[in-house]
């Protein structure tokens, strides 16, 4: 099974760390947007797409590259890193659900993680979470990353 995690990480590496987790369990390459070709990535059999969030939004090099995305045929999941919780109504990878499957990916799954914030005012205390995403985090992405694989 071919599995690329395409991962914006740009503030403290933390959606790096996170896709470095999930990627020895799916035998993944971990790679920017900028280092794969778009049609290698819509011809693997499962994609991961994930960045940070930013102001209640993914990165937008990763969106971007979304768009760019061929038509696609295999499996896709989302995950992110935020200072702040998720809802589960609107999980932070939800936007990108719609454009994935009009390129004709199945999405799988969505991960996200608390992560170390330091947007803004949060910057004059030290940031939120710094210690985050921790072992405990990780251990998630593992395990999440482990059912993605199990259901081939």
Do not use: Q
């Amino acid at each position: 099974m071919k599995v690329v995690i395409v991962c914006v990480s740009v503030s403290h590496g933390n959606t790096l760390r996170v896709a470095r987790a999930m990627a020895p369990v799916l035998d993944a390459r971990v790679v920017a947007p900028e280092e794969v070709d778009p049609a290698e990535a819509a011809a693997a059999d499962l994609v991961g797409f994930g960045s940070g969030v930013f102001l209640g939004r993914l990165h937008p090099r990763l969106t971007d590259f979304v768009r760019a995305l061929p038509a696609g045929r295999g499996r896709a999941f989302t995950f992110a890193t935020s200072g702040f919780p998720g809802m589960p109504v609107a999980p932070f990878g939800g936007p990108l659900v719609r454009p994935l499957e009009g390129k004709g990916f199945e999405v799988v799954g969505n991960f996200s993680c608390r992560a170390h914030d330091t947007w803004g005012p949060l910057r004059l205390v030290g940031g939120i979470h710094a210690r985050r995403p921790d072992a405990d985090d990780l251990a998630a992405a593992r395990a999440f990353a482990r059912r993605l694989r199990d259901r081939g």
